[in-house]
């Protein structure tokens, strides 16, 4: 399932679509259905428009092949990526800064593509929106 949202903005011409992909690793479909999946997938990439790509991952795990496989197809065409780490109040805070420097590593991210966050807790959410404006309207943050 593909979610789309129309964002409006306050200034004319400067809304935007924010397209949610909910649990691409996770779907339990035929493989028929996953392979038109990843082509939905690889065409919302290709759009030279793309500002770049929200990536929800949970803190608690171990990035999974297709998390893999979307970091190498992100890097490959030079897609801006911002990592939210989510669910960082599941983890003790001594351990968090691990988790995400482990994770940074893994997906070869840089510092200023991570942030780990907690919606129960409301931690880096407001860093996250800065992070998320910078996407949409460069040179802001």
């Given at each position: 399932?593909?979610?789309?949202?129309?964002?409006?903005a306050?200034?004319?011409?400067?809304?935007y679509?924010?397209l949610?992909?909910p649990?691409?690793?996770?779907a339990?479909?035929?493989?028929?259905?996953?392979?038109?999946?990843?082509?939905l997938?690889?065409?919302?990439?290709?759009r030279?428009r793309l500002?770049?790509?929200?990536?929800?991952?949970?803190?608690?795990?171990?990035?999974?092949?297709?998390?893999r496989?979307?970091?190498?197809?992100?890097?490959e065409?030079e897609t801006?990526?911002?990592?939210?780490?989510?669910k960082?109040?599941?983890?003790?805070r001594?351990?968090?800064?691990?988790?995400?420097?482990?994770?940074?590593?893994?997906?070869?991210?840089e510092?200023?593509?991570?942030?780990?966050?907690?919606?129960r807790?409301?931690?880096?959410?407001?860093?996250?929106?800065?992070?998320?404006?910078?996407?949409?309207q460069?040179?802001?943050?």
């Amino acid at each position: 399932m593909l979610n789309v949202f129309e964002m409006p903005a306050a200034a004319p011409g400067g809304g935007y679509y924010l397209l949610d992909l909910p649990g691409y690793g996770y779907a339990r479909a035929s493989q028929a259905d996953l392979r038109a999946f990843r082509l939905l997938i690889t065409h919302l990439l290709d759009r030279a428009r793309l500002m770049g790509v929200l990536w929800l991952l949970d803190i608690r795990r171990e990035p999974s092949d297709d998390d893999r496989a979307m970091q190498a197809f992100f890097a490959e065409r030079e897609t801006p990526v911002l990592a939210a780490l989510t669910k960082s109040d599941a983890v003790p805070r001594a351990v968090r800064t691990k988790r995400q420097r482990e994770l940074r590593s893994a997906l070869e991210l840089e510092d200023d593509q991570v942030i780990a966050t907690s919606a129960r807790k409301n931690e880096g959410v407001g860093e996250l929106r800065e992070a998320i404006a910078g996407l949409i309207q460069p040179g802001t943050m």
